[in-house]
């Protein structure tokens, strides 16, 4: 509402900023309230290994297996869905491509974005103060690439075939092969357009 709007703007312009963003997974059930009360907005969608995320959901909320792989799909299909109805407002980047190569897909998205590019982009743990972090999310550190493997140590082999059985046809769409940690294919962004005759081609 206004005061959501008001407050985000009031504190991006304190801040000398003329943009403002929100990382909240949740928002993509709500994208198209979002972006009729934002009619200016655009969306970056982040998508990540399906094993990664149930790795990542049991450490941090204690969620099993089970319930990390629902909420996998869920919230993908959901976001391939939302990416293909915003078309060219919406842009689908991966975790593991932005980790381990930040430069090229961070110049990518501010170039989509029509923003110019600044070197701070690569040093935010140094020009970020931490007192912004929110939630698990850590500012002051630096990009961290241990994260995109640790999910084939931490994974029982029951586990990660119920992922692979579960989770393989979605995430062979978004690039991945479910048994590798590394995207199966490369790829710079993908616009909602793209995502869009993607699913036509592949279902």
């Given at each position: 509402g206004p005061g959501v709007s008001g407050g985000c703007c009031a504190h991006a312009e304190g801040r000398g900023k003329q943009r403002w963003?929100?990382?909240?997974?949740?928002?993509?059930?709500?994208?198209?309230?979002?972006?009729?009360?934002?009619?200016?907005?655009?969306?970056?969608?982040?998508?990540r290994h399906p094993a990664a995320v149930v790795t990542s959901l049991r450490r941090r909320f204690r969620l099993p297996v089970r319930a990390g792989i629902g909420h996998w799909?869920?919230?993908n299909r959901q976001l391939v869905h939302a990416g293909a109805e915003l078309g060219d407002r919406f842009v689908l980047l991966r975790y593991e491509d932005l980790v381990t190569d930040p430069e090229r897909v961070m110049r990518a998205l501010l170039e989509w974005l029509g923003e110019?590019?600044?070197?701070?982009?690569?040093?935010?743990?140094?020009v970020q103060p931490a007192a912004s972090s929110t939630g698990f999310t850590r500012t002051d550190r630096a990009v961290d690439t241990s994260s995109i493997t640790e999910w084939q140590t931490d994974l029982t082999a029951d586990g990660r075939q119920r992922v692979?059985?579960?989770?393989?046809?979605?995430?062979?769409?978004?690039?991945?092969?479910?048994?590798?940690?590394?995207?199966?294919?490369?790829?710079?962004?993908?616009?909602?357009?793209?995502?869009?005759?993607?699913?036509?081609?592949?279902g």
């Open positions: 963003g929100d990382k909240t997974p949740f928002h993509v059930w709500h994208l198209d309230l979002a972006m009729r009360l934002f009619p200016d907005a655009v969306v970056v969608g982040i998508v799909l869920r919230s110019p590019w600044s070197d701070s982009v690569l040093s935010h743990h140094e692979t059985a579960r989770t393989g046809a979605l995430a062979r769409f978004l690039g991945y092969d479910p048994d590798r940690a590394m995207p199966a294919e490369p790829r710079d962004l993908l616009t909602g357009t793209e995502l869009a005759e993607r699913r036509a081609e592949r």
